[in-house]
């Protein structure tokens, strides 16, 4: 019954239209009306306790980031360090899609800023090139979605905070996976391409590629700094946003002095538009998951999971699979907030590694930005590149393929998260 009310009060919310947040909270209302015990004072009261929490702090910071690091020219560098170094190739500019992604996953953690940026500066190159448009704009979008799984990752760091897990951990966890991905759409890439007929750019002189990795230094040293001092103590996931900040609005202002004062405030301003976005978010689905675990309906489903709590691999194959269907249907913020803490103390009951399970959720969730017909990333990149849905799809396939490939793969050898952990730890 609890599980029934839950499920048609969120869905009955959300389909007349109600913002996610106050769909969460009135679910909440919900399970409270069911169990007898309305008050709003607890309601409030949550609702303050879900937004004060320190490692939320990181938000802010790496939001600004990522609008400082585009404003100030740092992602346009990535991209021209990579076409002078391999730009030449053939099907090269999916090269340099693939290696710009990484990196500004590195960066920024936001898919859909990152998928933007990307495709706006390659898409018109590869179209003049006579590259297949579905399909570098299917590439551009598959590497978009790795920007939650390595870190900085907004999606962890909100995962962290709801299932109190390490945020140090889950970001140290999520660079293999991540790295897995990137070397999917590689080997993708190949495959697809190799038979193109494409205009291939000319071979830059040596002198020219020094000088391309000399001025975009100060741009490849950012991911480097920001994952070198977690790994080594330097600093908390917490101060990593507020040195990313510093690094991103200094290198952008100093050294390329493409950041304009007279544009801090904006920046200033839309960074702090997105945090309450997501922080009230976060803070309405504390509260309807405190409601949810007082309802017991972890409980009940857990119950229905039962067959299968025998073999952790088996569990998490289910799950998976529940999360790549939920996610067709939701997108990444919705599904992240309303099954946390549905899922989490069967996680826990199973005894699978909690920062493991994170991982691959976070990975499952972004590339469910992918698939139609709600995947953000796939409305981002059509805008972009200026083709219809059905186009992209056509394009997209094979690298959406790619991808639940390694993430099948980590579900059959969680060694493959757990292993490089501990080194990095």
Request: proline share 6%; hydrophobic share 60%; glycine share 10%.
């Amino acid at each position: 019954m609890t599980v029934l009310v839950f499920t048609l009060s969120l869905l009955g919310a959300m389909a007349i239209g109600v913002p996610i947040a106050f769909a969460l909270m009135l679910c909440g209302m919900a399970l409270m009306v069911v169990q007898g015990q309305v008050d709003a004072t607890i309601l409030s009261q949550k609702l303050v306790e879900g937004a004060d929490s320190f490692p939320l702090l990181a938000i802010p910071f790496f939001m600004l980031a990522g609008e400082l690091m585009n404003a100030g020219g740092i992602s346009k560098r990535i991209v021209a360090v990579a076409l002078a170094w391999v730009g030449h190739i053939r099907g090269g500019l999916g090269l340099v899609a693939i290696f710009a992604s990484v990196l500004m996953a590195a960066i920024s953690g936001s898919a859909a800023a990152d998928t933007a940026a990307i495709g706006a500066l390659l898409i018109p190159m590869m179209r003049q090139a006579g590259y297949d448009v579905p399909r570098a704009s299917g590439l551009i979008a598959a590497g978009g979605v790795i920007a939650p799984v390595i870190p900085p990752s907004i999606g962890l760091i909100v995962f962290g905070v709801i299932a109190n897990v390490s945020i140090g951990k889950l970001f140290l966890a999520g660079i293999v996976p991540g790295l897995m991905m990137g070397l999917s759409l590689l080997l993708t890439w190949l495959w697809v391409a190799r038979r193109d007929q494409v205009q291939v750019l000319p071979r830059q002189a040596f002198a020219q590629r020094v000088q391309a990795g000399v001025d975009g230094i100060w741009a490849l040293l950012m991911p480097l700094g920001i994952i070198g001092g977690l790994k080594f103590g330097i600093f908390t996931p917490t101060e990593a946003g507020v040195v990313a900040c510093v690094y991103a609005w200094f290198v952008g202002t100093f050294v390329y002095r493409e950041l304009a004062p007279s544009a801090w405030l904006s920046h200033l301003i839309g960074a702090a538009r997105s945090t309450a976005s997501v922080v009230f978010l976060i803070a309405a689905a504390l509260v309807s998951g405190w409601l949810i675990t007082m309802s017991e309906v972890p409980q009940q489903v857990g119950a229905m999971l039962e067959p299968f709590m025998f073999n952790k691999v088996l569990l998490m194959a289910v799950i998976m699979v529940i999360v790549v269907i939920v996610g067709t249907a939701l997108d990444f913020a919705p599904t992240l907030m309303i099954l946390t803490p549905v899922l989490m103390p069967i996680i826990k009951q199973a005894g699978i590694d909690p920062v493991y399970f994170g991982v691959l959720f976070i990975m499952n969730n972004a590339i469910g930005l992918i698939t139609p017909p709600v995947g953000i990333v796939l409305n981002v990149i059509c805008g972009v590149s200026k083709i219809s849905m059905g186009e992209l799809m056509k394009g997209l396939w094979p690298f959406l393929w790619a991808e639940l490939a390694v993430l099948a793969l980590l579900v059959l050898f969680p060694s493959l998260v757990t292993v490089p952990l501990k080194w990095l730890m």
